[in-house]
């Protein structure tokens, strides 16, 4: 959806930009017709006594296996610091989502898993594939990072990165910062959401899968997957579409997705490395009876990137990439009447924004016994065109940018406690310089509880249009715990001050806390639940403020004997917007996830799956505006080989 450097809201019919700021933001309900504090009530409840009544249950389970589930800290992350480092030694608030554990959701794009993780609200403008906008613990859209290898896709004329763009079966994993990572990644002011796509399947020639489903309205997404390596080559390659008659008025939507890798291993332990990803959607994107108006989008969107990681010497690894990208967006506006260029835009009858960025990063690793030192840089060429600078009229500019970032990150291990510092100083161009500090520390108590503890300054640019902006600022603060003490149970805690200001947005201190808990499978079953609240004031006067969410619910119950599986999973958000935005978010949208093996031999596999979205058709959007999807089901088929 087309974004305008506005800072207005809606106050009447006429008022262009306003209008066009709520439906592309798409946020803030009215108060629900089910009290939310009854859901909330309820679910912790029912969760206190799961979790008290599952380990009674769990005798017979082997005690490695638990182990095994509840030793996640040890594995390793690289968003964070930019270098892989475990999890234990992690101040910030990271989530790590797998290969198998999205393949369990039949998840379309990568906007269908971040549904699932708690601290994370998505607004979905309609079915798989279109416009999704994606918020951490409730801070703007704008101010979410989303990096594909690396690579940000973020949209310089919007700040919008459209998570419903990456499709869910290139992904390897998900790495999620909640909170600000600026001294690690520049304008990350709420968060960073790093994608790492599947490498080259080892040990194999040839390999890969083909799936194929179809659902209501005629939803339907096939993909082909190829991969393998040959002596020190190897490649991994993909083609999708995505597409749909609309599962309500004016969504559907047609996409064709192209994703390549390409690795050659080097003698000495190193790499180089080429990627390639394309899109091109087309889509109806809004359907605003009270304004006759409905949108048409064109996107399109290509990204390549070449590296290279050289090991120098035992302990020093040097790491480069080049990448470019393409992006761009353009936006019809019709009456809903009769068809006709939208009464109100006759002046512009598409907008049309194209960008291109063209950059490089480069960075050190040093692992000493009880060290590891990042120090790198980033650059980045933008250039941006757009064939309107007020929204309403043709009127083209051009904007060309040059930003550049250095930055340090240190992981310092002393016994049970890391300490983790870091800085990073960016020139931007349009917003001044920046310096953003961190400091973080975690402390491994016992063998089954860490300690965490976090500060960093962050920022946030605006839109790049036509005029110059100032940076948005936050300071955040971060203490937590993470504990498999309980037997079978593994529970996760923080507790955030994210306090922002600027010259053009008013002071806002949001204070909430985050709570994840998971049980060790029992008889292959296994619970998960997770709960975010904020509470955000004006610190002038100390008022609430509406149009940032307030509760958020994410439940699951899980499945999976190797041979069958299933995933209910729940999910409630509540926006407290203001009441003339007329959404509604009562009780919980729950959708169901089955699969089945119908037969395996060696790598070779059939696999049939069903999904049911939104099984009890609750109403739950932000504005009415844009109501969110009813009950649709939707099935399938995978063929490994």
Request: with cysteine.
């Amino acid at each position: 959806m087309n974004k305008y450097p506005s800072t207005k809201r809606v106050s009447n019919v006429l008022d262009m930009q306003s209008l066009f700021l709520v439906v592309s933001r798409a946020r803030k309900p009215i108060m629900s017709l089910f009290k939310p504090q009854h859901t909330i009530n309820t679910f912790l409840v029912v969760l206190c006594l799961a979790l008290g009544v599952l380990p009674s249950l769990a005798w017979g389970e082997e005690a490695d296996e638990t182990l095994g589930l509840f030793s996640a800290w040890q594995e390793e992350a690289s968003t964070s610091s930019r270098a892989p480092k475990p999890l234990s030694q992690t101040a910030e608030n990271v989530t790590v989502v797998t290969a198998p554990e999205i393949e369990a959701l039949n998840a379309h794009t990568l906007a269908d898993v971040l549904d699932t993780i708690p601290g994370i609200q998505v607004q979905h403008n309609g079915g798989p594939g279109v416009s999704a906008y994606t918020f951490i613990q409730s801070i703007d859209f704008i101010h979410t990072q989303v990096f594909v290898d690396g690579v940000s896709i973020t949209n310089l004329g919007s700040g919008f990165s459209d998570t419903s763009l990456i499709p869910a079966h290139i992904i390897e994993r998900i790495e999620i910062v909640k909170g600000a990572a600026s001294s690690a990644w520049g304008q990350a002011l709420g968060g960073v959401i790093n994608v790492i796509t599947k490498s080259p399947e080892r040990g194999r020639t040839i390999g890969g899968a083909a799936t194929a489903s179809i659902g209501e309205q005629t939803t339907a997404d096939t993909s082909l997957e190829l991969s393998g390596t040959g002596n020190r080559f190897g490649y991994y390659l993909s083609g999708s579409y995505l597409g749909s008659d609309g599962l309500f008025s004016n969504t559907q939507i047609n996409s064709n997705r192209a994703y390549a890798k390409l690795t050659y291993d080097l003698p000495n332990h190193g790499q180089i490395w080429a990627t390639y990803f394309s899109t091109r959607a087309d889509m109806g994107d809004l359907y605003a009876v009270p304004y006759d108006l409905k949108e048409r989008q064109e996107k399109r969107f290509t990204v390549g990137s070449v590296g290279l990681r050289y090991p120098i010497g035992e302990r020093l690894e040097l790491e480069i990439m080049g990448h470019h990208s393409f992006n761009r967006n353009d936006a019809s506006y019709f009456n809903i009447s009769d068809g006709a260029t939208w009464s109100f835009q006759t002046g512009l009858p598409t907008g049309i924004v194209k960008e291109q960025v063209s950059g490089a990063s480069a960075k050190l690793v040093w692992r000493g016994d009880d060290n590891l030192l990042v120090v790198g840089s980033d650059y980045n060429h933008l250039e941006q065109y757009n064939n309107s600078s007020d929204g309403s009229t043709v009127s083209p500019f051009n904007r060309k940018v040059e930003r550049w970032g250095v930055f340090l990150n240190d992981t310092l291990t002393l016994g049970p406690m890391s300490l983790t510092p870091g800085v990073r100083v960016d020139h931007t161009q349009t917003a001044g310089d920046q310096f953003s500090p961190a400091l973080g520390a975690t402390w491994q108590l016992t063998d089954s509880t860490l300690l965490r503890a976090y500060t960093a300054r962050g920022y946030g640019l605006p839109v790049l249009g036509l005029t110059d902006s100032p940076s948005v600022k936050i300071w955040t603060t971060q203490v937590g715990a993470e504990s498999s003490a309980i037997p079978y149970v593994w529970v996760k805690g923080t507790l955030f001050r994210n306090q922002t200001w600027g010259d053009t947005v008013k002071q806002h201190m949001a204070l909430g806390a985050e709570l994840e808990a998971r049980t060790t499978p029992i008889w292959n079953t296994s619970l998960g639940a997770g709960y975010t609240f904020t509470d955000t004031t004006r610190t002038s006067d100390g008022n609430e403020v509406n149009d940032f969410a307030r509760h958020t619910v994410q439940v699951a119950l899980r499945y999976n004997d190797k041979t069958y599986r299933g995933v209910l999973t729940g999910r409630h958000v509540f926006w407290n917007s203001r009441p003339d935005e007329n959404g509604r978010y009562g009780g919980l949208t729950w959708d169901l996830h089955l699969g089945a093996v119908l037969f395996k031999r060696e790598q070779n596999s059939l696999e049939l799956f069903f999904s049911g979205h939104n099984l009890f058709n609750a109403s739950q959007y932000e504005t009415y505006l844009i109501p969110n999807t009813g009950r649709w089901f939707e099935g399938g088929m995978r063929v490994r080989f």
